[in-house]
């Protein structure tokens, strides 16, 4: 087992950044983020912000009718969409032609939580999935058998992750050890956030993402910070990247947000510190720079 080598993004991962006045939003894919239930939508917001901020050509929040108010209100170029009850719910996200989802920030628990996530699962397109949506997978009476869509990149931090792994999950294991041990179970790119983030592949390739100043990373322990890098994850995805190059590049980009950002950050100020880091990294004549 080779030792999982650190990222830098390379010339080639940072001009997939890029746009160009030849194309158009369609072009650039449509990032769907499921939003959980009534009050509980923040999380989805942060998510489709970042979609929008990393480059993802539309966004849409598909929401219950009971919620559509509430991200109305919050939203203006991100579309929300209610999903009519009663009705098949993977009929009506497929019919949104979504180029990548993501479901789990907030999502919840419940029944309703659960059929969201089954019909998401149901449909061929990358998929992040995050927060609830793993301990849904993990840990319901009837858990989920899989196989994954291709491209589905799940993204723990170690509560989580010991969920999926509950019997090798060991507090001395390494980080690196854990991340495969999870890719390999679940046969999907595994995202396991850290000060040191980890992105292992179930074919047993990994990658690490950490930052040279240990503060950028403490920095990013704050409420809604993960919706973001769910959200940045999901507008790569949308984007035409494969999963795994879509967590190193989307971590990537999240503690550089974090190094711009600087102490006092909120959640809400990373997807609006993108411009300034994508503006910095286009802006490089060679290979971009590790995170600072």
């Excluded at 628990?109 to 659960?114: D, F, H, I, N």
């Excluded at 999926?164 to 995202?191: Q, S």
């Excluded at 409420?223 to 999963?243: E, F, K, P, Y």
Aim: hydrophobic fraction near 45%; charge should be negative.
């Amino acid at each position: 087992m080779t030792t999982a080598a650190r990222y830098i993004p390379s010339s080639t991962d940072i001009a997939r950044l890029a746009k160009s006045g030849a194309r158009h939003k369609y072009d650039y894919g449509h990032a769907v983020i499921v939003s959980g239930p009534p009050g509980q939508g923040g999380a989805a917001r942060l998510a489709a912000r970042g979609a929008l901020r990393v480059g993802a050509g539309l966004v849409s929040v598909l929401c219950g009718a009971d919620s559509v108010a509430e991200h109305a209100a919050r939203l203006d170029a991100i579309m929300v969409k209610p999903f009519a009850g009663g009705e098949d719910i993977g009929r009506q996200l497929a019919g949104l032609n979504p180029s990548a989802l993501c479901i789990g920030p907030n999502l919840g628990l419940t029944a309703r939580a659960g059929d969201l996530l089954d019909a998401t699962l149901s449909l061929p397109h990358p998929v992040c999935l995050d927060a609830d949506a793993i301990t849904l997978i993990a840990e319901r009476e009837a858990p989920y058998a899989g196989p994954f869509p291709a491209q589905t990149i799940m993204t723990p931090h170690a509560g989580e992750l010991r969920r999926l792994i509950p019997h090798r999950f060991d507090t001395t294991t390494n980080r690196e050890t854990l991340a495969r041990m999870a890719a390999e179970r679940w046969g999907c790119v595994i995202l396991f956030k850290g000060v040191e983030t980890i992105i292992a592949h179930p074919d047993g390739r990994c990658l690490t993402v950490a930052s040279t100043a240990f503060a950028h990373a403490a920095w990013l322990a704050t409420a809604g910070s993960g919706d973001v890098l769910a959200g940045i994850i999901t507008g790569l995805l949308a984007r035409g990247c494969d999963a795994m190059e879509a967590g190193a590049l989307g971590a990537t980009l999240h503690l550089l947000c974090a190094a711009e950002c600087g102490p006092g950050l909120i959640a809400e100020d990373l997807p609006e510190a993108l411009p300034a880091v994508l503006r910095h990294l286009l802006s490089e004549p060679d290979d971009g720079p590790a995170p600072r």
